[in-house]
């Protein structure tokens, strides 16, 4: 039976934590490189490209108050259920939304075509504000989500 990824525990350290660090890591060279091709496929001239870095930049600030009201919430009430992550991750995609339309005002009107189909925002997003979480891992492993406990996957035929 499987559950969460962050049940597992590695040296003391949840595993979580341990993945969220790995990523802070990274993320400071593969954000400026992301950015650097997104402006030169995007054709931004300095302005937009200005532009650009406050959006992303409100758009961490966002995901951090939300991540740091939701992370109270779940401390406070010393659980975790399904409806509670859904409501938070429907917060969390209420922000990039946001941020998308945001690019769209301030970008050239073409970004979209010239970014590409495999644009993500996603790559923006600093795992920083991802950090709250990480003391929550134990009310998160005994969160109501059931499913793990259901399906076995030795189980399936």
Known sequence: VRGPPWRDREGGR??????????????QLRSEIARKN????????????????VVLEAMNLRLGDTIDRWAAKIRDADSFSPETGIR???????????TYDEMDRKLSPTWRESAGE??????FVDPEVLTPLQDLEPVMSRGGSRLDEDIAVDEVP
Request: hydrophobic residues 45%; proline residues 0%; negative net charge.
């Open 88 to 98: 938070m991750m429907n917060e969390l995609s209420q922000t990039l939304v946001v």
């Open 118 to 123: 495999d644009f993500e925002l996603v790559r």
């Open 14 to 27: 949840g595993r979580m934590s341990n993945q969220i660090e790995q990523v802070k890591q990274a993320w």
């Open 38 to 53: 997104f402006i030169e496929r995007a054709k931004l001239d300095a302005t937009q490209a200005t532009d650009l870095d």
